[in-house]
């Protein structure tokens, strides 16, 4: 059995077999009152949720305790935060797997706000939401163990845990694999497999990997050379005012790589990006400029 099915084997069972018993044997009361004060929340009567959560809470209800917990947290209906009351009602919540309050307790261990601050903790709770599917704390982890922040720099165990948050469909995870693959950080470099993630975070109109798709089309890497689809992605990235991404755009028109040279498609895409400061379309312009082609 791989790594990876058995820990999916796990979350599954977990969702199935590893419930704590107060949740699975909710009272039915405390469900009832704390939805009324879910209600009254949301309609902003935020005394009325205080008192309602907190009667649930106390009933063993580990929303209830979450949403009780967020209150004190933020201040929420109050004069101020009471920090005391927030981490109680966390750990309360935490005691039965609620994943919420499993990574707001580890939030706040990284900082050191309102508890000592503690990373190991803080790493063993993101690790335990992670192994049960929750996908902000994998993608904690993946960002800590990539960039070396509170932890030792780990590439692999980075992308394990990016490759988790891909499967969720996350954008960002699918960029930061593709960035791996095709940089070779951490794994052997893989134009196909960078090529295969940037395709899945561009479509979900990730912007870095709409560019770099844009080039691998352009140079060739792990797909035929298409310079129409090198367009195509440029512009795209291009439209969500990818600064780089105009540039290139005035560089292909202007020189007729790829495309049909046409000075006048150049020089709009050149003053977007000049207009934003960038220097190297700056240049462009001037230099268009000296050769009488534009005024």
Known sequence: MSLRFAVYLVIGLNSILLLPPAVMAQDSTAIVTYQQGESAYQQKRYAEALKAFQEAAEQGNAQAQYRLAKMYDEGVGMKGRDSVQAVFWYEKAAKQQHFQAELALADLYVVGRDVP????????????????GLLTAQLNLAERYYKGDGVPKNLELARYWYEFAAAQNDAHAQSQLALM????????????????????????????AIYRLAWFY????????DASQAVFWLKQAADKGHLAAQFDLGELYYSGKGVTKNVTEAVKWYEKAASQGYKPAQESLNYIRTRGEIK
């Open 181 to 208: 693959y095709d940089n070779g950080e951490g794994v052997a470099q893989d134009y196909a497999k960078a090529l295969s993630w940037y395709e899945k975070a561009a479509t979900q109109g990730e912007e870095r």
């Open 218 to 225: 352009l140079e060739g890497k792990g797909v035929k050379a």
């Open 117 to 132: 601050q503690n990373l190991e903790k803080a790493l063993v709770t993101y690790d335990k939401a992670a192994r049960q």
